[in-house]
């Protein structure tokens, strides 16, 4: 056991985990040159289930501090929330630095270029699915701060044969519903189908220096194949797309705002780079329709940038901003955007 004073130390390697790891809510954990938990075996779709969980829902009081780990899968875990955050403690008590999670494309992970082609095309391959959730703050967490967080979906291979491209079928990102304060300093959540970041019901959120991409294979297949909706974890429906028929409109939102007030957000790069893998429409500005949906929610955003999106913002209050409209440089920029004041 490890006493609130002192530090759980993880030597570098390679940890499985084939049930949830029970963090308590007073201590401080160390990896060594970036410490692997691995999830094995987390494979019901329809009930899934914390890997590494910090805290107990309800638990207070606490605080938690974790750095230099990576929280990966080998093989399919359809039914993984890789890190669950329940913990309600005091703001600046708790945080994670320099942590990661990174689902395939290495060593170990069976979710690489042997396997997860590009060729899967519309019939992806089971054995090539990711994880149902990278990163999780239900509505009782609070306090949290992350600090050069990367939460990514390979979109190549690290080790076989690097850079060879990869795809790999994963299904959300960032959730956060907490009640606040969360702070989001320099973080990143790439490839998932859904969304990459989605903050409902949530509120104080301050998130500095976020970035997104788009998952590669998109538009084929499209949200959320092959995963389905969860109305537990309230997933986009994509009900945008009603009139739409750009079958982009149901690529992965960038970032996802519901019911959601206090929103703060200094400098996002949110980007869209490929189409089924091909680049024909980065230069034409339209990889995807839309990359920023906010609903019923108060959002201050200042530099906000996104990369080949039609539409960088659909606000479901105010309307529509367009990237023809504000195209600078690489990407498309606004100096602010403040809604529902």
Not at 115 to 140: D, H, K, R
Not at 208 to 224: D, H
Request: glycine share 8%; hydrophobic share 35%; with cysteine.
């Amino acid at each position: 056991s490890v006493g609130s004073d002192q530090i759980a130390y993880i030597d570098h390697g390679a940890y499985i985990v084939k049930d949830t790891i029970h963090v308590p809510k007073t201590i401080k954990i160390v990896g060594e040159i970036w410490s692997m938990i691995v999830a094995s075996g987390f494979t019901d779709v329809s009930n899934p289930k914390p890997v590494f969980q910090i805290g107990e829902v309800g638990d207070t009081g606490g605080a938690v501090e974790i750095q230099d780990l990576i929280f990966e899968s080998t093989g399919p875990n359809p039914g993984a929330i890789m890190v669950q955050w329940n913990l309600q403690s005091a703001q600046g008590a708790s945080g994670m630095w320099d942590s990661h999670v990174r689902i395939g494309g290495s060593y170990g992970t069976k979710l690489q270029s042997d396997v997860c082609t590009t060729l899967q095309q519309g019939s992806p391959n089971p054995a090539c699915t990711g994880v149902f959730l990278m990163f999780y703050a239900p509505s009782g967490a609070a306090g949290i701060y992350l600090e050069n967080t990367w939460f990514w979906v390979a979109d190549h291979d690290l080790d076989l044969s690097s850079p060879t491209q990869i795809s790999i079928y994963s299904g959300r990102g960032v959730l956060i519903e907490s009640q606040g304060p969360t702070w989001m300093w320099g973080t990143a959540s790439e490839h998932s189908i859904l969304y990459n970041y989605q903050f409902k019901d949530a509120r104080a959120i301050f998130s500095g220096f976020m970035q997104s991409e788009t998952p590669y294979f998109q538009p084929i297949p499209n949200a959320p194949n092959p995963f389905s909706f969860n109305s537990a974890y309230d997933d986009p429906t994509f009900t945008v797309c009603s009139g739409s028929s750009d079958p982009t409109c149901k690529d992965a939102w960038g970032l996802r705002v519901w019911n959601s007030q206090e929103i703060l957000l200094y400098s996002t790069g949110l980007y869209s780079f490929f189409n089924n893998y091909q680049q024909t429409c980065t230069p034409e500005q339209n990889c995807q329709e839309n990359m920023i949906h906010i609903q019923n929610s108060q959002v201050d955003m200042y530099a906000v940038s996104t990369k080949a999106a039609v539409n960088m913002i659909v606000d479901d209050d105010v309307g529509i901003v367009k990237d023809i409209d504000h195209r600078s440089n690489f990407c498309a920029t606004i100096a602010y955007y403040f809604t529902n004041h």
